[in-house]
């Protein structure tokens, strides 16, 4: 069983789901970063070629990953060295990432990770209209969503007034798309149904619950 790091705040309808896939490791929060992302795998961590690099900050620091040479810290862009994603055999990033980091395309938004629901190794979704146009003129199928309904969490799992985004609120494999929340609470619910079943991709959603941000997750 693979292990997955994710926000110690997941609710316990998802730590159970989870649990049937993976060792689930909760992720302590940091007070190196602002309370929303204090436990967000997709600020310490990043996955390129199924290798791990960490922040040299990060709570959980492993044998195998890589650790970069920059640590996160409260101030963006300080906050978004590892917010990377790779789609195919491109790698995704602005110009703040870590030096350990060679992006393929590179992009103005410094959350790359955050914006961007990895959904195939030829597709995403994304929450960042600029993104959608790079990666579209990259061959890569980028639906782009216009979505105010995800929300983030402060400390205390109360809800913050910042907004979430998309690439945080799920989590994709073995051709499911884990969405961490109800997706009738999405206004973009048609837009994002009609993307992953192009790809085949199986809907597994909460019932009755909002859709948090929960900084995705890190399998290894």
């Known amino acids: 069983m693979k292990n997955l790091i994710i926000d110690s705040r997941i609710r316990d309808e998802e730590y159970t789901?989870?649990?049937?896939?993976?060792?689930?490791?909760?992720?302590?929060l940091s007070d190196d970063v602002y309370e929303e992302i204090s436990g967000h795998s997709d600020i310490f961590y990043c996955k390129i070629n199924n290798e791990i690099v960490a922040a040299p900050n990060a709570k959980i620091l492993e044998k195998d990953f890589k650790t970069g040479k920059v640590k996160v810290e409260k101030?963006?862009?300080?906050?978004?060295?590892?917010?990377?994603?790779?789609?195919?055999?491109?790698?995704?990033?602005?110009?703040?990432?870590?030096?350990?980091?060679?992006?393929?395309?590179?992009?103005?938004?410094?959350?790359?990770?955050?914006?961007?629901?990895v959904t195939t190794n030829k597709s995403c979704i994304t929450t960042d209209k600029k993104i959608a146009e790079v990666l579209n003129k990259n061959n890569i199928d980028a639906l782009y969503i216009e979505e105010n309904n995800i929300k983030l969490l402060k400390k205390d799992k109360s809800i913050?007034?910042?907004?979430?985004?998309?690439?945080?609120?799920?989590?994709?494999?073995?051709?499911?798309?884990?969405?961490?929340?109800?997706?009738?609470?999405?206004?973009?619910?048609?837009?994002?149904?009609?993307?992953?079943?192009?790809?085949?991709?199986?809907?597994?959603?909460?019932?009755?619950?909002?859709?948090?941000?929960?900084?995705?997750?890190?399998?290894?």
């Open 160 to 220: 913050s007034n910042m907004h979430g985004f998309i690439g945080g609120a799920c989590l994709v494999f073995n051709n499911k798309f884990i969405l961490f929340g109800d997706i009738d609470m999405l206004k973009n619910k048609d837009k994002i149904l009609e993307h992953i079943n192009k790809y085949n991709l199986e809907l597994v959603d909460f019932k009755g619950l909002d859709i948090f941000d929960y900084g995705g997750g890190i399998v290894f």
């Open 17 to 28: 789901y989870l649990s049937n896939y993976f060792n689930v490791i909760k992720l302590p």
């Open 75 to 117: 101030e963006y862009p300080l906050d978004v060295p590892y917010n990377i994603c790779q789609i195919g055999n491109k790698i995704i990033g602005s110009k703040y990432v870590d030096k350990r980091i060679i992006p393929d395309i590179i992009v103005n938004q410094g959350y790359v990770k955050c914006s961007i629901a």
